[in-house]
């Protein structure tokens, strides 16, 4: 037996519904393949900054510092800016815990209706940089409210910063389709995007046996809708990826499917886990929301773990039960929370 300690924050709305789900899933897939986990809650969230003030304790990063990883289900809720969110939780852990890759595996499933007429075939994996760039806290306002008020933001590259998501991008391309697609806008942003064309090409040359195109953003936006399936590995920056990662989740179908790790891929921080999804307000409480986003990222908590059978089983079984037919409202489908999750926990036993 392997055991683990994950660190579970369910968050707000409907992170809360999806993530008991997937603790489900993660324990049944564990029991197949001798791997036991113990869960710790964390109750940070929205609800807890506007009775607290603050979407975590000052000790928050500390008190999930030792566990194996986390697993978050979505935070944000309306009456609390979507930057104190965002700022006061999900950033802090994925810089303090330098989870540099944002990975997002985008597939169109047998079951999940694409809203592209054609979308066979599409596998593919958008590898975004998550810790510098264009998200950065470098710069000001001036002047504010006066005729000649101004905003200045900098962005962010670093040669350590960009060369280490490049380099984990092209060795994933090396375990799938050899094929790594660079985001990049060098014919306008004249300083940064030059620079990350540069160090894609330095890595590039480590990996001959992969092959290497480089797309400008714009276009390659244009690409994805028009022949996704082209794709295997896309590499972007922080806010490329971000703009990317959801423009494929999209193309794929509902974003109650897609699923996201944030990892540091030397291991010594934990990495987190989540659906791409948010709180949902609007469908919040009513026992409706689609628990596979939240499922996926349990599956790829596995396989980073290095459990990748496991990972496999779990994810076979929530594909099998769409593929069934099975599916929640945000798919045309009927089913609730629950029922998903019992036909994907019986699927997993009958396996
Ligand atoms: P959202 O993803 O919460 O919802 C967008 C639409 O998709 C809604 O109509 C919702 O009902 C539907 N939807 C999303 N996930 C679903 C699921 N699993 N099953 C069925 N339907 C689903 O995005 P929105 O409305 O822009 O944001 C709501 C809140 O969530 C905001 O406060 C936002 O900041 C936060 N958010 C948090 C994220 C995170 O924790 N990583 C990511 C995105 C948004
Ligand atoms: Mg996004």
């Not at 998550?130 to 504010?144: F, K």
């Not at 806010?239 to 030397?266: C, E, K, Q, R, Y």
């Not at 099998?320 to 045309?332: K, N």
Request: hydrophobic content about 45%; overall charge negative.
């Amino acid at each position: 037996m392997t055991g683990y300690r994950i660190a579970l924050i369910p968050g707000d709305g409907i992170g809360a519904e999806v993530l008991p789900p997937a603790r489900a899933l993660l324990d049944a897939a564990g029991r197949r393949h001798g791997v036991t986990f113990a869960y710790d809650t964390f109750d940070w969230s929205c609800r807890r900054y506007l009775a607290e003030g603050a979407m975590m304790p000052d000790d928050g990063l500390r008190q999930i510092r030792g566990h194996d990883a986390v697993l978050l289900g979505a935070v944000g809720w309306p009456g609390v800016p979507d930057h104190v969110s965002l700022w006061g939780l999900l950033i802090p852990i994925r810089r303090a815990f330098r989870q540099y890759v944002n990975l997002r595996p985008i597939k169109v499933l047998d079951g999940v209706p694409s809203p592209l007429r054609d979308a066979t075939g599409v596998d593919l994996v958008v590898v975004r940089e998550n810790v510098e760039g264009e998200y950065s806290e470098i710069g000001g306002r001036l002047g504010r409210g006066t005729e000649d008020e101004l905003a200045v933001q900098e962005a962010v590259f670093t040669r350590r910063g960009v060369t280490r998501v490049v380099e984990y991008a092209y060795t994933l391309a090396e375990s799938r389709g050899n094929h790594v697609t660079s985001a990049t806008k060098s014919n306008g942003i004249v300083h940064t995007m030059p620079f990350w064309d540069e160090l894609v090409a330095e890595v590039a040359e480590r990996h001959p046996g992969v092959r290497s195109d480089k797309e400008h953003i714009d276009a390659l936006a244009a690409k994805l809708v028009l022949a996704p399936e082209r794709f295997d590995v896309i590499v972007g920056s922080n806010l490329f990826g971000d703009i990317l990662s959801d423009l494929a989740a999209a193309v794929a179908g509902s974003i109650g499917v897609a699923p996201a790790a944030n990892l540091d891929p030397s291991r010594e921080f934990p990495s987190m886990f989540e659906p791409v999804h948010g709180s949902a307000p609007d469908i919040a409480g009513r026992g409706t929301a689609n628990p596979v986003g939240a499922m996926w990222s349990a599956a790829m908590m596995l396989d980073h773990l290095g459990h990748p059978e496991a990972a496999a089983d779990l994810l076979a079984a929530v594909f099998g039960v769409l593929a069934d037919g099975v599916s929640t409202a945000d798919l045309g489908g009927t089913a609730d929370t629950a029922a998903f999750t019992r036909a994907a926990l019986d699927r997993l036993g009958a396996a």
